[in-house]
């Protein structure tokens, strides 16, 4: 069974950083893309950042220059470094892995975290 376990969230001030981390386990033969979405109270669920097994990045662009994500493919993780965090980063991130094979599946499947909290004050 594939996991997908999160880490890294809590409350930093304006201004702050913090780095997610999201490791994924369970058999996995291959992941094609990995990565971060985020929901805020109230909004819906939006991209935040993704990144290829290739190394081709995606961007939403409100965090454009600030997030940067990155992937280590052989320990099937996926990171993600925030800087110059603001109040409306505040939401629950969750990891994403698209187009993941397990060595006995024949369809890649899509799997999700179970999210993290990252809470920025003012």
């Known amino acids: 069974q594939v996991q997908l376990v999160e880490s890294g969230g809590g409350l930093v001030q304006a201004g702050g950083s913090l780095r997610l981390s999201c490791a994924a386990s369970?058999?996995?033969?291959?992941?094609?893309?990995m990565g971060w979405y985020r929901q805020a109270p109230g909004k819906q669920r939006e991209l935040v950042a993704a990144i290829t097994s290739g190394g081709s990045t995606n961007y939403a662009d409100s965090v454009k220059g600030r997030f940067t994500i990155s992937r280590d493919n052989a320990k099937n993780t996926v990171y993600l470094q925030m800087n110059s965090l603001k109040p409306e980063d505040t939401a629950v991130y969750y990891c994403?892995?698209?187009?993941?094979?397990?060595?006995?599946?024949?369809?890649?499947?899509?799997?999700w975290g179970q999210g993290t909290q990252v809470t920025v004050s003012s």
């Open positions: 369970g058999s996995i033969f291959s992941i094609n893309a």
């Open positions: 994403n892995a698209n187009g993941l094979l397990r060595y006995r599946d024949y369809e890649p499947q899509e799997y």
